[in-house]
């Protein structure tokens, strides 16, 4: 096993070109996808009421600033390339590190870039008059581009970021002004109708807020990818802390006050019935122009999330790689760009097949509860770190986690309560998301063998 806390040599060191406000860029960008724009409906119709559905928000605004600072801490005790991969394989070994990467590549965030490309091409198309036909080539496209984009540099890619981030965000701050201020003929209310009733009892609370939380957690998922890129941020230990707190807190705040404009131009029962929450709230202001305008804003936020998957996802690949755990060809960073051009370019083409066969959405269906089993298992690796970097004696200064260990246990219930969520709602999946962890472990077997092969000096097969 390497030295994990070695940084690289210089040959194969990523150039440290991203500030402050291109890794809060990060973070805002990776958690702000299309949820917030679609998601509050369904929270109103698991909650209820207009208060219950704040306050669902208002949980899942907690536990995302918990996982903010136990990701902030572990970033800043390894800030190494991989995050997460990183963390599990000096707390955990080698076998769940690659299970998380593996999934990753083959379906976690190769899935996400698919099916987010096809959203960005619905809202892109409709936007331009472009039939549905299109839908698919611009997709592809949007993939192509960004792949070569990042392929260059990591400090395109951030430029591109960090527009689409601000773009998004300009579009949500219309959104909150239209909702909150402009006058809509309908005040903020906790009626409801026949359909829609708040739960009575003590029992019918606990099911309507363990329902609705799921799809909070999962809008407010995201800042962990900023973690992977921790070799290319200036004084890691110093601006990642920072930047996560900084975009998480932006995106909290975002986020309740999108719902509590939602709520007022709608109305909890208008909430919950409808398909498109920001496009409605939007037309009761502007009429039309109001949908195009949010129909702008989803392609320009997915556009950005692309951007920012296709960036940092190739990072895990290549500290795999660097510990002889996957292709030699994804280790190896660019002597110009200082890219790791090999992992990018295979996970863009990975992306595109998984495009054009379109099982993109089942397998992301599969895999969802083993995303947040690595996301638990991410934080619980803080606990361990904590007491091994403690017992070299080391001075243990910089940003520390707050109220450790139990920040880490309730973050960890939440992911357990996510898990478990998605295995009773649909077994089936869970049983098939199993199934692709399990290809992973002789997957595992075989480069590790290949590995030890290579360092023993007994081959040295290059692939």
Not at 27 to 51: D, H, M, Q, T
Request: glycine share 10%; with cysteine.
């Amino acid at each position: 096993m390497p030295d994990t806390n070695a940084p690289p040599p210089a040959a194969t060191a990523y150039a440290r070109r991203l500030g402050l406000f291109s890794a809060t860029m990060l973070v805002v960008g990776g958690i702000i996808g299309s949820g917030i724009f679609l998601n509050p409906a369904v929270v109103a119709r698991r909650a209820g009421s207009a208060a219950l559905t704040l306050g669902v928000w208002g949980i899942g605004a907690v536990v995302a600033l918990l996982g903010a600072a136990i990701f902030a801490e572990l970033g800043r005790r390894r800030p190494q390339a991989g995050g997460g991969y990183a963390y599990l394989r000096d707390a955990f070994g080698p076998l769940p590190a690659f299970l998380y990467g593996w999934a990753l590549l083959l379906v976690i965030s190769s899935g996400a870039i698919a099916a987010v490309a096809m959203t960005f091409a619905g809202y892109a198309s409709a936007l331009v008059g472009a039939p549905p036909e299109a839908q698919r080539p611009i997709a592809l496209g949007a993939v192509a581009l960004l792949t070569l984009v990042n392929v260059v540099g990591v400090a395109p890619g951030a430029v591109t970021q960090n527009v689409f981030t601000i773009l998004k965000l300009a579009a949500l701050g219309v959104l909150l002004a239209a909702g909150l201020f402009a006058p809509v003929g309908a005040p903020l209310t906790a009626s409801v109708d026949a359909a829609l009733v708040p739960p009575s009892d003590a029992v019918g609370l606990l099911r309507a807020v363990g329902t609705a939380l799921v799809p909070v957690l999962f809008a407010f998922g995201g800042w962990q990818q900023t973690n992977f890129v921790a070799e290319e941020l200036e004084a890691p230990e110093r601006t990642l802390p920072r930047a996560l707190a900084l975009g998480v807190a932006i995106v909290v705040a975002v986020y309740l006050l999108a719902n509590v404009a939602y709520l007022r131009a709608l109305g909890v029962a208008g909430l919950a019935a409808s398909s498109a929450p920001a496009a409605d709230t939007i037309a009761r202001v502007a009429g039309p122009a109001g949908r195009t305008l949010v129909a702008a804003g989803i392609a320009a936020s997915t556009f950005g999330f692309l951007d920012l998957v296709i960036l940092v996802s190739p990072r895990v690949y290549q500290a795999m790689a660097r510990d002889g755990l996957f292709f030699g060809a994804f280790a190896r960073l660019h002597p110009r760009f200082r890219t790791p051009v090999a992992a990018i370019v295979a996970q863009g083409a990975w992306a595109s097949a998984l495009l054009l066969v379109g099982s993109y959405g089942q397998l992301l269906d599969y895999v969802t509860f083993a995303d947040w089993i690595f996301f638990g298992l991410t934080a619980a690796s803080l606990v361990v770190l904590r007491r091994r970097d403690a017992a070299t004696g080391a001075p243990d200064t910089g940003f520390r986690a707050p109220f450790h260990p139990w920040s880490v246990v309730a973050f960890c219930v939440a992911a357990a309560y996510v898990v478990l969520g998605s295995v009773l709602s649909d077994p089936g999946n869970a049983v098939r998301g199993a199934l692709i962890l399990a290809l992973g472990v002789p997957a595992f077997l075989f480069w590790r063998r290949r590995g030890l092969r290579a360092t023993n000096g007994i081959t040295r097969m290059k692939v």
